[in-house]
């Protein structure tokens, strides 16, 4: 991880098929209405982002090991360890799941051979990939591919803006209003990954063994969490924006091939390859980083070696991807699926954000870097927003 920044990593994890799928289908069917969701779950990202690169800066270690060594009574402890397993491993082979299917649909676009052989091929390519050594390189090639559909999102909603005819009906018209809730969970959940938490705390523990001052590391790392994090929400708001423009009041399809239309007013028939070209690379590289994580954060509580040749972590790694590959062998749509996976993970934000807080108000562990008055404001209106969004999806999960 040391070739690229905390930051990047972040923005790779969550430039994926869940945010390329959750945001087009959000543009296409609620037009602009929701991009104060994007905006809003922007600025929880950063928050939460920040307090795990804080924690892993002043402790030198990941969220996961922080967490245990605060629990100093036995039975506590071994509830906060399980419930991290459990939460990690469920949440990344959901994750998991959405990354091999986005990247199976960007390939189906292109290809015509059986998914589920697909799905097989790419989860073996998981496996063994990073047996291979670095995987910096291929990262820095599939997040370039990534930035580059972006940047073609965003000079494509550039053009159609002017003299869209659907104008109107992008900025005003609400085709599906009961689905509003739904994609609010679904852009949280896809925006604020879980596992991002864990990741970044890592990537960051490092650092504490380097050279300069605590205070001087941290602002070069709230620095990059800023421009990471900006990135990120400006990709997911060009995306849901040209959405908007280019589908919005037209008949919705729940399929790849009506969400690459957005890109034809630029491109033309053209745009359905680099469509399919992005989804490929945002679902590999996410696919890459998303059992990492996980290993990352379960080997810190169980006190594995966190190295990703050791037994321990390759094992956790290969039972993340494992799982995550069945449940892609569902018979679920691959955009239904993929929605469905941010969405539900929107409801472990609350979790996380309830664990960075104790973590972060452990004055002896976090060496003079403990959150303040206005951080720990910041940080339970995030639990608030995100608590109240949570259960009221529950609530119309269950009809309630």
Same mark, same amino acid.
């Given at each position: 991880?040391?070739?690229?920044?905390?930051?990047?990593?972040?923005?790779?994890?969550?430039?994926?098929?869940?945010?390329?799928?959750?945001? @087009?289908?959000?543009? +296409?069917?609620?037009?602009?209405?929701?991009?104060?969701?994007?905006?809003?779950?922007?600025?929880?990202?950063?928050?939460?982002?920040?307090?795990?690169?804080?924690?892993?800066?002043?402790?030198?270690?990941?969220?996961?090991?922080?967490?245990?060594?605060?629990?100093?009574?036995?039975?506590?402890?071994?509830?906060?360890?399980?419930?991290?397993?459990?939460?990690? !491993?469920?949440?990344?082979? $959901?994750?998991?799941?959405?990354?091999?299917?986005?990247?199976?649909?960007?390939? @189906?676009?292109?290809?015509? =051979?059986?998914?589920? %052989?697909?799905?097989?091929?790419?989860?073996?390519?998981?496996?063994?990939?990073?047996?291979?050594?670095?995987?910096?390189?291929?990262?820095?090639?599939?997040?370039?591919?990534?930035?580059?559909?972006? #940047?073609?999102? =965003?000079? %494509?909603?550039?053009?159609?803006?002017?003299?869209? !005819?659907?104008?109107?009906?992008?900025?005003?018209?609400?085709?599906?209003?009961?689905?509003?809730?739904?994609?609010?969970?679904?852009?949280?959940?896809?925006?604020?990954?879980?596992?991002?938490?864990?990741?970044?705390? @890592?990537?960051?523990?490092?650092?504490?063994?380097?050279?300069?001052?605590?205070?001087?590391?941290? #602002?070069? $790392?709230?620095?990059?969490?800023?421009?990471?994090?900006?990135?990120?929400? =400006?990709?997911?708001?060009?995306?849901?924006?040209?959405?908007?423009?280019?589908?919005?009041?037209?008949?919705?399809?729940?399929?790849?091939?009506?969400?690459?239309?957005?890109?034809?007013?630029?491109?033309?028939?053209?745009?359905?390859?680099? =469509?399919?070209?992005?989804? &490929?690379? +945002?679902? $590999?590289?996410? #696919?890459?980083?998303?059992?990492?994580? +996980?290993?990352?954060?379960?080997?810190?509580?169980?006190?594995?070696? @966190?190295? &990703?040749?050791?037994?321990?972590?390759?094992?956790?790694?290969?039972?993340?991807?494992?799982v995550g590959l069945i449940i892609s062998l569902t018979d679920y749509k691959p955009v239904s699926l993929i929605i469905f996976v941010q969405a539900s993970n929107c409801l472990l934000i609350p979790l996380m954000t309830f664990f960075l807080i104790i973590a972060l108000n452990n004055k002896q562990a976090m060496n003079g870097l403990e959150n303040r008055l206005p951080a720990n404001i910041l940080a339970i209106a995030a639990l608030t927003v995100t608590l109240f969004l949570s259960l009221n999806q529950c609530l119309k999960l269950f009809g309630l």
């Open positions: 991880m040391s070739r690229s920044s905390p930051g990047f990593l972040v923005t790779a994890a969550f430039i994926g098929p869940g945010t390329l799928t959750t945001a @087009s289908m959000a543009g +296409a069917e609620t037009g602009l209405s929701l991009a104060w969701a994007v905006i809003l779950a922007t600025l929880i990202a950063f928050i939460l982002q920040e307090m795990a690169a804080r924690l892993g800066l002043a402790t030198g270690s990941g969220l996961s090991e922080s967490l245990c060594q605060h629990c100093h009574n036995r039975p506590l402890k071994y509830a906060v360890a399980t419930s991290i397993i459990i939460t990690l !491993g469920v949440s990344n082979s $959901l994750y998991q799941a959405g990354n091999l299917t986005g990247a199976m649909s960007g390939l @189906s676009l292109l290809f015509n =051979f059986s998914p589920r %052989t697909g799905l097989i091929i790419l989860a073996v390519l998981v496996f063994a990939l990073p047996l291979l050594g670095s995987l910096a390189v291929l990262e820095d090639i599939l997040m370039a591919t990534v930035l580059l559909m972006a #940047a073609i999102f =965003f000079i %494509t909603l550039m053009t159609v803006i002017p003299g869209a !005819g659907n104008q109107l009906s992008a900025l005003s018209g609400v085709k599906e209003a009961g689905l509003q809730p739904f994609y609010i969970t679904a852009l949280l959940g896809t925006t604020v990954v879980p596992y991002n938490l864990f990741l970044h705390a @890592s990537a960051c523990a490092p650092l504490k063994k380097t050279g300069l001052s605590l205070k001087h590391k941290l #602002a070069q $790392l709230r620095l990059d969490a800023v421009i990471s994090i900006a990135i990120g929400g =400006f990709i997911t708001l060009c995306i849901l924006s040209t959405a908007a423009f280019t589908l919005a009041g037209k008949n919705t399809e729940n399929e790849f091939s009506y969400l690459s239309g957005m890109l034809y007013p630029l491109l033309g028939d053209h745009g359905r390859l680099l =469509f399919a070209a992005g989804m &490929i690379a +945002a679902g $590999l590289s996410s #696919a890459l980083l998303a059992p990492v994580a +996980a290993a990352f954060a379960i080997c810190g509580v169980l006190g594995w070696q @966190s190295h &990703i040749r050791s037994p321990g972590f390759y094992t956790v790694l290969a039972l993340v991807n494992l």
